[in-house]
């Protein structure tokens, strides 16, 4: 084992969108940076190969945070490496697609499954993460939830239901777990593939449209931007924890009311 001068961080699910993004940023403000994805091992690794360019150390590791050894053994195999861990970005998050009134369309495994990728798997990987991150100056966990968390209005219920007890599983543990900074994001509409495989081409491009219309900062975020609150939550806001900040444009505060 080495220990690194640089700080380390783990982020999940970083194969592509928000995660690759912010492992590329990281990287290039001086962080050696854990990246794990549950199947994209060649987009991983693409990743990997770009943060190593900009001067950081990487490790790729193949892991479904849903299985709690997976979360012990990410964890493991990063401290192994580098000796600290200052980051955790839970990013890692999955959905089905179902449209809110089709109660028929989910089942009670489809519930399981979602909670225990996008609420369950942060969990877990804090716990296993919480003994390195309390010897770091700065550190810091951000966990990426979703506007449908906020709203209930999403891919699915069982998705918003999974980002809405992320939310608050946030406030109880920055609570609990100072000087360990514990925040939220929650991205509205990202523009990127995986929305775009999940609604289907025309499907996307309508929902961004109509999305874009009803904001009221006309707009759809990136990848890049949602990347940059990360950044801003890890190295920046040292007087922040238990917050959920959102990034939707100002969606979640409705239409204009008509005056009478």
């Known amino acids: 084992m080495t220990h690194s001068d640089k700080p380390v961080a783990i982020v999940t699910g970083s ?8 492992a590329v940023k ?6 050696n940076v854990t990246i ?16 190593q360019k900009l001067g950081a150390e990487t490790l790729v590791i193949q892991s479904d945070v849903s299985e709690e050894k997976n979360c012990h053994d990410v964890v493991l195999e990063t401290t192994q490496k580098w ?49 390195f991150l309390l010897k770091s100056p700065n550190p810091s966990v951000v966990n990426v939830g979703s506007i449908a968390g906020v709203t209930g209005i999403g891919s ?22 100072g000087p360990i900074r514990v925040n939220a994001i929650c991205p509205g ?3 990127g593939d995986w929305l ?23 707009l759809t975020v990136t990848a890049d931007q949602v990347a940059d609150s990360i950044i801003y939550f890890v190295e920046d806001a040292v007087t922040t924890t238990g917050e959920t900040l959102l990034l939707d444009g100002g969606m979640h ?8």
């Not at 794990?36 to 943060?51: D, F, G, I, L, Q």
């Not at 955790?88 to 998050?93: K, R, S």
Request: proline fraction near 3%.
């Open 253 to 260: 505060l409705g239409g204009p009311v008509p005056l009478k």
């Open 36 to 51: 794990t994805c549950s199947s994209s091992e060649k987009a991983a690794m693409e990743v990997s190969e770009e943060c």
């Open 156 to 177: 699915s219920i069982a998705y918003a239901s999974s980002k809405g007890a992320l939310l608050n599983m946030t406030k109880s543990l920055a609570r609990a777990l």
């Open 189 to 191: 509409f990202i523009q």
């Open 83 to 131: 000796g600290r861990l200052d980051a955790l970005i839970n990013n890692a998050g999955t959905t089905k697609f179902n449209a809110h009134e089709n109660l028929a369309g989910l089942t009670s495994e489809d519930f399981l499954r979602l909670y225990s990728v996008n609420t369950v798997g942060p969990y877990m990987m804090l716990k296993e993460a919480q003994a």
């Open 196 to 218: 775009r495989n999940g609604l289907g081409d025309e499907v996307y491009e309508m929902v961004k449209e109509s999305t874009e219309k009803a904001t009221p900062l006309g």
């Open 26 to 31: 990281l990287a290039s403000r001086g962080w």
């Open 15 to 22: 194969s592509r969108g928000v995660g690759a993004s912010t």
